[in-house]
């Protein structure tokens, strides 16, 4: 499995998620997904089984992942997602996110894109989606996707300290409970 991208992107005043994985040689596919408040909004499958005997194949889907990705941004900053925005936001919510860009005196029509806070510290140089990436700027308590609960530890290695520290716990559960019940009755 081959590291994704994460970008969060401001369009029409309100903030985005769009997020592109690779689910594995098991099942080898690419899947994008554009992320308003935890709710997809839209999604792009790729299936790459054809490339599988490939002889650098993780280039191939490391390549396929930044095009795919980069895709789903420029839909969703043309003006592709609009139509289910206004379903699942309402007219009215997307007007206010026009009104509030306007009223914060930019009336630029660029959105503006951040980068994923949790991004590995030996990630490569950025992808073409990511390179127009600025500092993040949420407005009234907006929280990024994922904000507060990503890692830069692989999760094997998360998994793997949590594991242990349960280990602990219930050892040290063990050892006073044992310490209770060898107490001389006073």
């Given at each position: 499995m081959i590291t994704g991208a994460n970008t969060n992107v401001r369009y029409r005043g309100i903030l985005f998620h769009v997020q592109t994985e690779d689910s594995g040689r098991a099942n080898p596919h690419i899947i994008s997904h554009v992320y308003h408040g935890g709710t997809i909004l839209g999604t792009h499958k790729t299936d790459y089984s054809d490339h599988?005997?490939?002889?650098?194949?993780?280039?191939v889907v490391r390549g396929m992942i930044e095009e795919q990705h980069a895709s789903m941004l420029e839909k969703l900053q043309s003006g592709g997602f609009d139509e289910v925005i206004a379903e699942r936001l309402g007219d009215t919510a997307v007007d206010a996110g026009i009104e509030a860009k306007g009223s914060q005196g930019s009336q630029e029509s660029k959105p503006d894109t951040e980068p994923e806070a949790n991004a590995p510290a030996d990630a490569e140089q950025p992808t073409p989606a990511r390179k127009a990436a600025t500092a993040p700027s949420t407005q009234r308590g907006e929280r990024t996707f994922g904000e507060g609960i990503g890692s830069q530890?692989?999760?094997?290695?998360?998994?793997?300290?949590?594991?242990?520290?349960?280990?602990?716990?219930?050892?040290?559960?063990?050892?006073?409970?044992?310490?209770?019940?060898n107490r001389p009755a006073g």
């Open positions: 599988l005997e490939a002889e650098d194949l993780v280039g530890k692989p999760l094997d290695e998360v998994i793997l300290e949590y594991l242990a520290e349960k280990a602990r716990e219930r050892t040290a559960d063990r050892t006073s409970t044992a310490a209770r019940k």
